[in-house]
């Protein structure tokens, strides 16, 4: 079954400090990864997409690593800011006729002041 | 370039009553996807259009909810009767048919009263 599990489910930060997210999937046949930022109550936004032959990717104070080997993918934010506070979702695309998006159900972030 | 539009950013209705969203995908992208997302759950999917023509619709429940995306370019999703448990955001999402470019509207917050 394609799963995609993230970790921690919630987590708290100072402001200024790094974080680093999880996210472990079993998915067959893979296509690629990608991280998303969802401010509540809006529609996802991408931070990074992966493919099988990344290994990391940044975005700004963002950077996303992939070991297709292991299946796993990390998100580390650096310098966190009061704005990073949102839902990190990780989604993994399956290749199979058309592509399908399967959806981790998220970190979701609170940074403080 | 335009992002994915989606209407009206937030509505308010009684159970039982009817209710309609508008997607407007990125110009040129084949595919579309209409997710429900419910408040700390990761998105589901609940139907997928390639061009005009439905790929999945296997989650979609079909008794309430209909969609359609009659020349493949926006679409409309639509619930009647509504039930309090249909409370969400529902989000639309484009991409090219070969997986690129697979954006998120800013979705459409729906409370069921």
């Known amino acids: 079954k394609n799963q995609v599990e993230q970790s921690p489910q919630s987590l708290i930060i100072l402001e200024g400090k790094n974080c680093t997210l999880q996210?472990?999937?079993?998915?067959?046949?893979?296509?690629?990864l990608r991280w998303y930022k969802q401010d509540t109550g809006r529609g996802p936004v991408s931070l990074t997409i992966?493919?099988?032959?990344?290994n990391t990717k940044s975005n700004g104070r963002y950077t996303a690593t992939l070991d297709a080997d292991t299946k796993q993918s990390s998100l580390h934010i650096t310098a966190s800011q009061l704005s990073d506070s949102a839902s990190y979702i990780c989604?993994?695309?399956?290749?199979?006729?058309?592509?399908?998006?399967?959806f981790g159900t998220g970190t979701r972030l609170k940074v403080l002041a | 370039e335009a992002g994915v539009a989606q209407s009206p950013r937030y509505k308010i209705i009684e159970k039982r009553q009817s209710v309609a969203f508008w997607c407007n995908p990125i110009?040129?992208?084949?595919?579309l996807y209409w997710y429900q997302q419910i408040l700390g759950q990761g998105p589901k999917l609940l139907i997928q259009?390639?061009?005009?023509?439905?790929?999945?619709d296997s989650q979609l429940p079909k008794d309430r909810f209909s969609a359609e995306r009659l020349k493949g370019v926006d679409s409309t999703l639509k619930i009647q009767p509504a039930k309090l448990e249909d409370s969400a955001v529902y989000l639309c999402?484009?991409?090219?048919?070969?997986?690129?470019?697979?954006?998120f509207g800013s979705g459409t917050r729906l409370t069921v009263v």
């Open positions: 992966m493919t099988f032959s990344e």
């Open positions: 999402a484009s991409s090219l048919l070969d997986n690129y470019g697979y954006t």
């Open positions: 259009f390639q061009n005009n023509g439905v790929v999945d």
């Open positions: 996210c472990n999937y079993t998915v067959s046949p893979f296509s690629n």
């Open positions: 989604v993994v695309s399956v290749s199979s006729g058309t592509y399908k998006y399967i």
């Open positions: 110009s040129g992208h084949a595919t």
